[in-house]
T-cell receptor, first 116, second 112 residues
Framework: EPEVTQTPSHQVTQMGQEVILRCVPI?????FYWYRQILGQKVEFLVS????????KSEIFDDQFSVERPDGSNFTLKIRSTKLEDSAMYFC??????????????FGSGTRLTVV | KQEVTQIPAALSVPEGENLVLNCSFT??????LQWFRQDPGKGLTSLLL?????REQTSGRLNASLDKSSGRSTLYIAASQPGDSATYLC???????????FGTGTRLKVLA
């Protein structure tokens, strides 16, 4: 069964450093998303991306965050200057249709980001 | 603003029991509702997707129902097994948006 692949599985970074989280969505999917889950809290939407542009973003997704599809297969989330409160599990997801279609979203296994 | 609530927050049952997990949402204008499973420290595995026009979906021992007008969904797990132990998350996709709104989950433990 097709999978969404995320790397690395765990990243530790110092406060103020830039991090890039990488995702390889399912190959024929066109819609891409980032979510995050702070330990013990709900999964929260960050951003959706279609046709090389952001289609929707949450209040969390401020100027410190950016997304990119650099080469037609990868989908990245960059945090420019990490803060302690950015520590969370970050999930990438993809879907073949707008508004999830018939199959919903497929989520990756996540990247655990720890900011120290 | 759409809010999603799941009860109970935690559940512990002996192996073999049938059980029901509940999800409620405040705004009935949704595209669909998706149930996920999350193992500790792991990703989200999709279990069932119910479109807003559907009443239920089944996969193996799992059955999910949707009553959109009352803002409720239930996930029924038949003949529970220790391998079912995980957190179960409900998420709704409000109309006109790309963002799923998640509940806080039900942490299930099935005892052997």
């Amino acid at each position: 069964e097709p999978e969404v692949t995320q790397t690395p599985s765990h990243q530790v970074t110092q406060m103020g450093q830039e991090v890039i989280l990488r995702c390889v969505p399912i190959s024929n999917h066109l819609y891409f998303y980032w979510y995050r889950q702070i330990l013990g809290q709900k999964v929260e939407f960050l951003v959706s991306f279609y046709n090389n542009e952001i289609s929707e973003k949450s209040e969390i997704f401020d100027d410190q965050f950016s997304v990119e599809r650099p080469d037609g297969s990868n989908f990245t989330l960059k945090i420019r200057s990490t803060k302690l409160e950015d520590s969370a599990m970050y999930f990438c997801a993809s879907s073949g249709n707008a508004f999830a279609g018939d199959y919903g979203y497929t989520f990756g296994s996540g990247t655990r980001l720890t900011v120290v | 603003k759409q809010e999603v609530t799941q009860i109970p927050a935690a559940l512990s049952v002996p192996e073999g029991e049938n059980l029901v997990l509940n999800c409620s949402f405040t705004d009935s204008a949704i595209y669909n509702l998706q149930w996920f499973r999350q193992d500790p420290g792991k990703g989200l595995t999709s279990l069932l997707l119910i479109q807003s026009s559907q009443r239920e979906q089944t996969s193996g021992r799992l059955n999910a129902s949707l009553d959109k007008s009352s803002g409720r969904s239930t996930l029924y797990i038949a003949a529970s097994q220790p391998g079912d132990s995980a957190t179960y998350l409900c998420a709704v996709l409000p109309s006109g948006t790309y963002k799923y709104i998640f509940g806080t989950g039900t942490r299930l433990k099935v005892l052997a």
